[in-house]
């Protein structure tokens, strides 16, 4: 249920709505205080400071009326600037980044401070009285306005340097890099559950300790991509119903509703060998969040995948932006630094030294393919990011690092090496080759 809630609340904070939404209530809300603190202290106000609550109720309605349309105006302009630079981004990099800008909080907050104070305006004049209406002035909420709008053009000011700042490839890649090392953080835990033995381990993920008719299928509940797992609340469920749980998908597959997500089978702890119940198996459906889209959240190769999908547009002949797609490859390098640093996830998890659960994971070789697969394979004539991938595979080898691990790179450095006799001019073809005994070298040499 907590997993649930706080997937509710980053779908809403991630929209281009909600936290403008927010700020307007809050500013409509402030509207209402300042002008019941006005017709209380008013009056002393006044006294003391006479020039500068003492205009009359014309002129400040004139007054609130010109900022209310001047922000309502330039809160319209907000929106323009930024679907702009969503188009522009979309273009030029790829359309996988798109939430990034609709979740940029620089721009939900411009937005929504510019639309609650068109709100706190139209509020505080709807109040103002003259005439035969009774006067009746809150000097403090209109003076208040006027600050606002005074410090309004300063965030213009922020949001036109902001979007500038966020249309550069520097700084996508960069952000995206900070998502996906915190997804690896989350993807590479210290532990899941309790490791289970290699022989209850093999044995179970082989299916040779439960009978394949003991195995239930457990549909999805919707079609879409895995965004989240909760992998905690499906291992303390496995537990309480004494049962082992076969997860299909991992965290970024797409699934079918009614499609097996999953199946489960009574624990050979079980007192009853009976098939487990419908309640069961609903709750195990709710442990996985399924939705329209992929999220970085849990779903480090889908951080990845903007990387690397950056680097191939930047690599097309019909944009031949290499400098783009050398800082791709540099920051899918600190994220596989992070990936080393981190040890394999098991696929089966046990609870008191039971199996409760067995699930596909993301592992260091699965996202090194990803990282550099493409890229390389776009790259085979580019001398320029051919060098930058072996400068980045020499990096990764110099931590540490099990040998199945170096295994892995030193494959990718014979695809390079594969790559680099497409590379026309011999002399390039020698330097490339060059650097690739360099790096396999450093590789051998490299700390366990």
């Not at 932006?321 to 994220?335: F, M, P, Q």
Request: proline share 4%; hydrophobic share 50%.
């Amino acid at each position: 249920m907590l997993s649930r809630l706080r997937h509710a609340v980053a779908r809403l904070t991630d929209t281009l709505w909600f936290i403008p939404s927010l700020i307007a209530l809050f500013m409509s809300v402030l509207a209402v205080v300042m002008v019941e603190v006005s017709s209380m202290v008013d009056a002393e106000a006044l006294a003391r400071f006479p020039r500068i609550f003492g205009a009359s109720a014309d002129s400040s309605r004139a007054l609130l009326s010109a900022i209310a349309g001047a922000m309502i105006t330039v809160a319209g302009l907000t929106f323009s600037l930024t679907m702009v630079a969503v188009t522009q981004a979309s273009s030029q990099y790829t359309s996988r980044i798109l939430r990034n800008f609709m979740r940029d909080r620089g721009n939900q907050v411009v937005l929504g401070i510019y639309v609650g104070m068109f709100a706190y305006c139209i509020l505080v004049v709807r109040t103002i009285r003259s005439g035969d209406e009774g006067r009746f002035l809150p000097s403090l909420a209109v003076v208040l306005g006027i600050v606002l709008a005074i410090g309004s053009v300063g965030m213009l000011l922020f949001f036109v340097h902001h979007i500038a700042n966020a249309l550069q490839a520097s700084t996508i890649v960069h952000r995206i890099m900070d998502e996906t090392l915190v997804a690896v953080d989350r993807a590479f835990p210290a532990n899941i559950g309790e490791p289970a033995g290699d022989e209850t381990s093999d044995e179970v993920a082989s299916g040779d300790a439960i009978p394949d008719d003991a195995w239930r299928p457990v549909g999805a509940h919707a079609t879409g991509y895995v965004q989240s797992v909760d992998q905690n609340e499906l291992l303390a469920l496995a537990e309480k119903r004494d049962v082992v749980v076969r997860l299909v998908p991992t965290v970024g597959d797409f699934v079918i509703e009614g499609h097996p997500v999953a199946w489960v089978a009574p624990s050979r702890m079980a007192k009853k060998d009976t098939p487990p119940a419908k309640s069961v198996m609903h709750d195990l459906a709710g442990t996985l969040t399924i939705s329209s889209y992929r999220t970085v959240e849990q779903d480090a190769a889908f951080g990845i995948r903007q990387l690397v999908d950056i680097a191939l547009k930047a690599l097309s002949p019909g944009i031949n932006d290499t400098t783009t797609a050398i800082t791709c490859i540099d920051h899918l390098g600190a994220i596989m630094v992070r990936v080393v640093g981190r040890q394999d996830v098991s696929e089966v998890r046990a609870v008191g030294g039971v199996v409760r659960v067995i699930a596909p994971v993301q592992t260091f070789a699965s996202l090194l393919q990803l990282s550099f697969d493409e890229i390389r394979r776009n790259a085979a004539t580019n001398v320029t990011a051919l060098t930058r991938l072996l400068q980045t595979i020499e990096t990764i080898a110099s931590y540490p690092m099990d040998h199945q691990r170096r295994d892995h790179l030193g494959e990718q450095l014979t695809c390079i090496a594969e790559a680099a006799q497409h590379v026309p001019l011999p002399s390039d073809r020698r330097g490339v080759l060059t650097l690739v005994d360099r790096t396999r070298m450093t590789l051998r040499a490299g700390p366990t």
